[in-house]
Every structure is written in structure tokens, then in C-alpha cells.
């Protein structure tokens, strides 16, 4: 056996991993319709409702498809997870390699495939010679190879980062690459004539790239080290501090069998009261959500906690500083902020629901209403939102700050950023339980839609965010009142059948 | 005899509790090995070091005098957990990936070992209960000519005629003499005959280290020892 | 010969506590006084037998060499292991048996304080029969 031979083999079998194996191609195509139906979708509403000029149409779809990308393929590689590949007798350098490179044939084959439909949709435009469409779906095309690399490194160390000091390399990454897509359709979508030159696009790829590179060879070692392997019931080890400290006392509420202690009417109350047994699994998750690093020291927990909101920050100070139109500014901001609310919380819903996967029949055991536990714990999960916010709301502080003492804005825009922060807690911790709730009585083929569609939901924040915020600013107290309160009764109603049904299936699954 | 195995002094720490403390052991070429011990003692921490894919954090560990690592992989078979097998495909698929992808995979092996075990090819992994999966692990390690087979509790959750069917399994594909065998496992009382040599894993430490025969000849059963070394 | 299928043993049931060579080399040698196994036989490779006993090769191993050594198997390198075609086999197996049975015997004797003449006849006077097993298999 040739070390070529070796090498092929090893491809073959990484790549075999996308496939699905069982899903039959009909299945497929209408995946690959319905991205390329919502993608269109996408960017119709960007480009309405920024630019008005249809020649972007094409170009922010294009960036909606990179989007699905980065959040499919890339997933396809770590979902089955290193054990099958890191058993094999190839070098933990190799392993990196091959299926670094598959995920990245894989991404440039969904980039190709997004290029020649969004070429499609320019000719229907009449724009197929426009040089400016053109300059720029090329550049979009080179940058997305850059951070498809930079995506397809992380992708394939992804797993082996877990349980390592390093674990946030891993998720980072993944965001930036998400995060740095959205930035390329921002600029698309923007307002003004399209720029032919895009070199900010290519360098910051290249960066991403580099830390992609950096990410794998940190990878690399930790899978020579083999500490991903220790992951197993990574998360009941996270919240065993709380079984440890606080399930003594929990129990000792909930138990039926402590009645002699006299403890029985309070039991029955508890059982009976669904906001109390949330509150108090709010308790006992905060320190789930509070102090991640498990048994981490506290201040390298606080490091990684802080990490990513300074990093925010820092971004939205340094790119504000210069601003020539403060408005716009700020308005994005806003939007920023509760599209960004939008999709973290979506995933902190996932992360309940592994949680409760993860806590299993223990929790099944518990005595009390599964529908407090479910709220609980999304409400505790939603509070890693408002670190996001915080930075966000600061940043936007501080820039007011700034360009005050420059004259360029007014009063409000400082308001606005405090109401959007407001609405984006509001939102935010509304979409986590209902994420969590759904997450766990979903099908797999009905996720994928839901998925879709809150994403799709999360751009439209992205670009409205900020009128809805300046309508709010704009309407009379009394008015915004009465809207808050129909919201959260609305939210409220929308919200019980979904948790009644999810706790029924917590129960029997 | 030349050693295939030599563990000295060896620990692992995880999450600031030791799993392993010290392990010192010496295993000759050919021997079955039987490591017992108790959920939590450290057995498949110890294996998985043993097979290169964990590094220990103390201690020297030759495997056929190489330091364990990915090249011992390619003479070190280890049973794969659940979760270790390629999901994504069926028996029939994963079986065609192995030969290209295992350098020492026997063909002649694998048609003995998917009749042995009674493989059904198109299903797919998975879908397989626990038993299939375990069966499904065995393929993979024991189809291969690798000279040291390290199997993690190939037993456990398993009914009875599939655990004598697996044993058998593991008796003729191993049973050539040169192949050393090491199978951790908490099933002590119907398995004790496979094993040469005991080795009782308490608390991340070996608490024994003794030949079988030489249990037997004091007119005692592996599985009473285990009861007199891990009672409290 | 060699194109013979090998004898199949019967399902042993082995006891834990007991060196297992020793069980297996007394199961054989029961066979052979009991001719049951001719000389010439053919008995499974090593390897076979210790999958369908369920035990590890070195014992089947060490059971065939303590057997070869009494002169029981003849070992024939690359055709098997034969029950040893000389005359005689079945004799020295019976008398291997009978000396182990009367040790016993002995053993129970001396336990008891008693003269070995009196225990047999007090086991013959007590009507029994259905205890020799358990004494011939414990040996």
C-alpha cells in the first residue's frame, strides 16, 4: 500500500461522511431548493430595504448561501464527531489535513454553486455586464475562498478542541466565519453606488484564514494529546458543581419521601407552581452560564466569558470612531444588536436543550413541572446574551459620546441604542425558551425549516432592527406600554402549548 | 520473553482528579490479559494511553519498544467505543472503507468474523443496538493482523449466546500465540477461563498482578479474588 | 488420516476454581480409558478447541503437552495432535485415573479417621451409587 493509496483512502472516508449515507438525492435537491429559495428571498428583502436598487439582489443572496454554508457543511464534518478517524493508524497531522480539505472541496463546491446562481439571478437583472456586479461577485468569490479556509481549518478541529483549555479557539472561529460573512452582505447591502474595489474584504479573509490555520495546528496537538476524548458527559461534568453543592438541597425540596422533615405542603406548592420550580432551576443554572469553564480557574473563566463581548467592543468603537453618518450608524448598531440577540439566543435553545439531553433521566426523576425545568434553564442560558449587549449598548455609549463632542447627533440616538438593548433582552429571552422548547420536541426535517426560517428572521432584525427601534422612540409612552404588555401576552400564549408539548416529550421520548 | 507491553510508573489527571496513579506493568507477547476492575477504576483510560490516542502525563509506556502514539496505532488494535464507529454508514459500507484504510486488514479475517458474528451488511451502524455495535467494534479490531489487541468491555449489556459467540470470536482470531490480548472488563465471573493473567485496576491503581493458573492452584476463582480485592 | 474431521469435544462445563489444563487433560484421558477415543484420533488444533471451550490457548496447550508427556497424544508437526496409536494407551489412562480415584479415596479416608477398607464399605452399605460422580468429578 503506497502512501498515496493511504491518503485516497482516508479522503474517500472523510468525504463518505457528507453523504448521509441513507438520504436519497430527491431529499437533497429539495434541500439545495429550498437554500436557494430562501437565499432569494433573503436578499430581496436586504436589498429593498436598503438600497432599492435591484442590482444587489443577486450579490446579498449569494452571501445568505455562504451563510447556509457555513452552518451545514461545516457541521456535516463534526457532527459524527473525531472517534471514527482518530482510531485510525495516520498521523494526527494528516487527519487535520484530509478533512480540512474536505470541508473546503466541500464549502467551494456550494461557493460555485452560489456564484452561478447568483449570476443567474443578475442576468435576469439585465446586469450581466454591469463591471461593478461583476468586480464584486468576483471579489465576494475570492474573499468567501479565504474564509472558507479559514471555516474548513476550524471545521476539522472542531471536536478535537473540545475539553481543552483552547475549546474557545473552536467556537470563535466558527463565529467570526459566520460573523464575517454577515459583515460581507452588510457591505454588500449597503446604501450608496457599489464600490469595484473590495481590499478590506480580502484582508480580513486572509486574517480569518491565518487563524484558521493557527486554530488547526492548536487542533492538531490537542488531538495527539487526546483530551477530546475525555468529553464524555462533558456537560453533566459542567453542571456538577451545582449536583454536587445545590442537588442536595434540591432534592431535598422536591423529594416526596421528605415528608417526615415536615417539608410536604412546600413540595406540593413547588410541583404545582411552575414559576417557582423555573426560578429555581434559574438558580441553579446561573452558575452553568455564569462560570462555563467548569473546573477552570475562575479567572480564566472570566477571560473566556469576556473574550468575545470585548473583542465586540473594541471592533465597534474602532469602526464607529470615523463615522461620517452617525444616523445610519447607530441605526445599524441597533439592528445589529437584536439580530445578534436573535441568533445567539437560538443557539443557547439548542444548548438547553443537549443540557437536558445530557441531565437525562436524573432530571426525569425530578418531581416537579418538566415546562419550569425547560424555562428554567433557557432563562438562566439567555442571560450569556446580555455580555453581548452590554458591549454593544457601551460601544454605542461611547461613540455617542464621541460624536457629540463632534456635533453630529442628537439626543435620541443614545436613547435609541438604550431601547434597542431593551428590546433585544426582551426578544432574546422570549426566542431562547421557545428555541429550547422546540429544539426538544422537533422533528430532525422540521428543525432544518425552523432553523431556516429563524435565521432568516434574524436578517430581517439585522436590517430593520433599527427602524423598529426609532418607530418605538418616536411613539408616546403610553403607546409603547401597551405594546409591551400585548407582547407579552402574546409571547406568553405562543409559549405554553410549545413548553406543555415539549415537557410531555421530556418525559416519554 | 520480549515484552509487548511495559507500563512504568504511569498517571493521568483529569479535571484535577487522578484517574491513574502509578501503574507499573509488564505484559509478555502472546498473553491474554484480563483488567479488572470496577466502574471508574481507570480501565479505559489505561487502554486508550496504551493505544497511543491519550497521552499519560507521568511515566514511560513502550508498546513492542515503540512509545505509544498514532505509529503504534498501526500494531495496536483498540475496540471502539459506540460512539467511535463511522455512524454515517452501514457494516457493508464501513467494511469496504477498512480494508483501504487498515494496512494490516486480512480479508480472510473479516469473511470469518462477519459469518462468526453474524453481521447483517446492509444495515446501517447508526441504527444498531448496543450488541451489533460491540460485534461491529470486534470486526474492526480483530479482522486486522495487529499484534496487540486492546478490548474495552466487549461484555457489557450483551445477552448471553452473543457474549459466548463474541468469546469464541475473540479466542480464534487472537489464539495464534503472538497476538497479545488485554480485555478490560467488570463480567468477571463468566469470562475468567479466557484470560492467562489478571490484572486488578482499584482506584486508578494495580491492586494485583497474578497468573491465573496461580489463582486457580490455590483452589480459588478469578472471580473470588476479584470479591477478596475489591470488598472493602 | 489427517483428512479425518477431528474429534468433537462435548460442551464442558469447567470449574473456576480449579486449574483449567488439568480439567481439560482429565476430561481427554477420561475419553481415552473409556475408548471412546481410539488411537489415531484426531483432535481439534489448539486454537479450536480453546474458542469452543471458551479459554485461552496456552491452557489447551499446556493440557495437550501434560498429556503428550504421558505418552497419551502424539503431536505431528504440521498434520495435528493424534491419540498416541501405540498399545497400551488405554491401560496407562485407566491406571492414571484409578491411582487419582484412589487418592481421593484416601484423602476422604483420612479426613474421616477411618481405614480406606471401611469407608468403601460403609459407602456400598449405605445403598448409594448416585454420589460416585460427584467424587470422580472432583478428583
Known sequence: MTHADRWLALWRFEWSRGRGGQ??????????LVAAGVSLAAGLTISASTSASPNRVGLASFTIWLLFGSFSLVRAGTGDGLGATAMLPYSRFTVVCVRAAVVYARLCGWCLLGAALSAAINAAYGLMRNPQVLGTLLSLLAAAALICMGLACVSAVLSALRSSAYRWMGTLGDMIGSGLIIFLCDDVARRGPLSEMHESWLVFAAVYAAYGVVAAAVGTRCLVRGTWLLTAGDEVERVRPEKAESSRRFMHRFDPNSSARGLRPQVKSVSVNLVRTAMFIFRMGLGRVLWPGGARPAWRAAVVLLFGPVIVFVALVALGWTSRDAHLLFARLEGGMIGGAWLWTMFCGFAVASLLEHLGDWMRGWPV???????GFALAESLSTWLWLAAGVLGGVVLWAH????????????????LAGLVSVLVGTWNTVWSAAWTVCSERGDRF???SFEIFLAGVWFVEGGRVVAWFDTVAWPKVAGVAVAFLAVAAMALAPRLHAAARRLISP | MQAAIECDGVGFTFARRPILRDVTVRIPVGEMVGLLGPNGAGKTTLLRILAGVLAPEAGRIRVLGEPPGWRTLRHTALLPERGHLPGWLTIGEWIIHARRLYPDWSEERERRLVDDLALRLDRPIARLSRGEG????LLTCLAREAPVVLLDEPFTGIDLLSRETIASAIVRECGDGSRTVIVATHDVREFEPLFDRVLFLKDGSIAADETAEAIRARGQSVASRYREVFSP | MT???????PAWELDPSQPLYEQIAHRIRVEIAASRLPGGTRLPSVRDLAASLRVTPNTVMRAYAELEQDGLLETFRGQGTFVARSSGVEARAQARIARQALEHVRRVAADLGMRVEDLLRLGAEAGGGEDDDAGSHRV
Open chain 1, 449 to 451: 425549516a425552523w432553523f
Open chain 3, 3 to 9: 483428512l479425518d474431521p477431528p474429534w468433537q469435544p
Open chain 1, 369 to 375: 413541572r418538566k415546562e419550569g425545568v425547560i424555562a
Open chain 1, 403 to 418: 460624536l457629540e463632542l463632534a456635533h453630529l447627533t442628537r439626543g435620541e440616538d443614545v436613547r435609541e441604542v438604550l
Open chain 2, 134 to 137: 460491540v460485534r461491529v467494534g
Open chain 1, 23 to 32: 438520504r436519497p438525492w430527491k431529499r437533497r435537491l429539495v434541500w439545495l
